[in-house]
């Protein structure tokens, strides 16, 4: 029998990802977040053309899994899906996939070593799948700005890729952040324990700030936010005070920035779930958060600990590819179907 988890989400007054993001906002006037833009030419095509982004608190819960083995789903499923190793820092994904060290990586193009996209896009060996490897050399790679990050997305999705898989680092640097609130899916892996949990929310509020950030001039709620962003005595600390006094200085204004906020619905992943209680973890995270955030959370389900899935890590080789009736490969299964239904896809295209 597990414990129960205690789900409630601490308040942001003392939040190391808002403090952050208060500060680094200051240093860095020159970085303001533009208004929220679609990527381009999404809905318009037959087959959907989607960015997941797979982020979490920290490191080693399970993202690259996530990711690669749902690279792989959508790609068993008829659809073409480029995978994008965006940890800046950690980058391992073609490891997950058994690809050997690529020669040239997300950096080289972001550096410009290789002018075409197609020179650092490589094979997996799965039909459909492709992958991008992450930057070697993490570091000046990853000081991108929010407008240089929205032309990479862009660039990508210019490809012929369905779904892009965008496997992020830990944490909740604007590296991370950006690129989560830039997709159409946000997936929040989290494993099933306390530290995992506060982790999520705290990726969660950190997210949910920087996406009001880049609402915030068209809705004209900058002191709200800038209030909620500093912490000192009296001011707003949570979201859910940002949107209540939204509510009160502009009804109309703050219709407006729910329906905005509403579209942004982070995706649950529990990982690694170990108890039958476990795998409403999900369900419980997301009712915490709308109880005292006000805002909904979509729980996409949960993984169970599965000897097959680190097995498979270990050979390098995806759980879906070398044990697909494994519970780990079926309820990657699951969630990629769940994907699929939410972009309209519920039946695979014919390749
Ligand atoms: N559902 C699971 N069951 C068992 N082991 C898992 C599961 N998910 C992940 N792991 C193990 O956790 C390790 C870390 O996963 P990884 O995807 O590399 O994490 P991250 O990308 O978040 O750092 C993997 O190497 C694998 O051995
Ligand atoms: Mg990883």
């Given amino acids: 029998m597990g414990v129960p988890l205690k789900l409630v989400p601490r308040s942001s007054m003392s939040d190391p990802s808002l403090a ?6 200051a240093m860095d006037p020159t970085d303001p977040a533009p208004p929220v833009s679609r990527p381009p030419g ?3 095509r037959p087959r959907p053309r989607r960015i997941i982004a797979v982020g ?7 993202k690259s899994m ?3 083995n749902l690279g792989v789903a959508l790609a068993q499923a008829g659809l073409n899906v480029l995978l994008v190793d965006a940890d800046l820092g950690g980058a391992n994904l073609h490891t997950c996939l058994g690809v050997g060290q690529p020669a040239a990586t997300l950096s080289d193009f972001l550096r ?3 002018a075409q996209l197609e020179d650092v896009i490589v094979p997996t060996g799965v039909p459909r799948l492709s992958l991008i490897a992450g930057a070697q050399d993490a570091l000046d790679a990853a000081n991108l700005k929010y407008a240089q990050k929205q032309k990479l997305l862009k660039t990508l999705m210019g490809t012929s890729a369905d779904y892009l898989i965008l496997d992020l680092g830990a944490g909740t ?4 952040i950006d690129f989560f609130i830039m997709a159409d899916h946000g997936l929040l892996v989290v494993l099933p324990e306390p530290t995992s949990v506060e982790n999520a929310y705290r990726f969660a509020k950190a997210a ?3 996406r009001l950030q880049q609402v915030e001039a068209q809705y004209g709620i900058q002191d709200m936010v800038e209030s909620a962003l500093t912490t000192r005595e009296g001011s707003l600390r949570t979201l859910h005070d940002v949107l209540a006094q939204a509510r ?3 009804p109309a204004g703050a219709e407006k920035l729910e329906k905005e906020l509403a579209s942004f619905r982070i995706r649950l992943v529990v990982n690694q779930a170990r108890t039958d209680a476990d795998l409403n973890v999900g369900t419980a995270v997301a009712a915490a958060w709308k109880k005292f955030f006000g805002i909904e959370m979509d729980d996409l389900g949960a993984i169970r600990y599965d000897d097959e899935a680190w097995r498979a890590v270990r050979k390098r080789r995806p759980v879906l590819i070398e044990r697909p009736d494994s519970p780990a490969a079926t309820a990657i299964q699951r969630i990629a179907a769940r994907i699929l239904a939410l972009d309209g896809t519920p039946e695979a295209p014919s390749p």
């Fill in 66 to 68: 996530v990711s690669a």
């Fill in 173 to 176: 640097s604007f590296n991370t």
């Fill in 56 to 62: 979490g608190g920290k490191g080693g819960i399970g």
């Fill in 42 to 44: 999404l809905s318009r």
């Fill in 248 to 250: 009160r200085k502009d």
């Fill in 20 to 25: 952050s993001l208060a500060a680094a906002r």
């Fill in 208 to 210: 949910f700030f920087r």
């Fill in 112 to 114: 410009k070593n290789k």
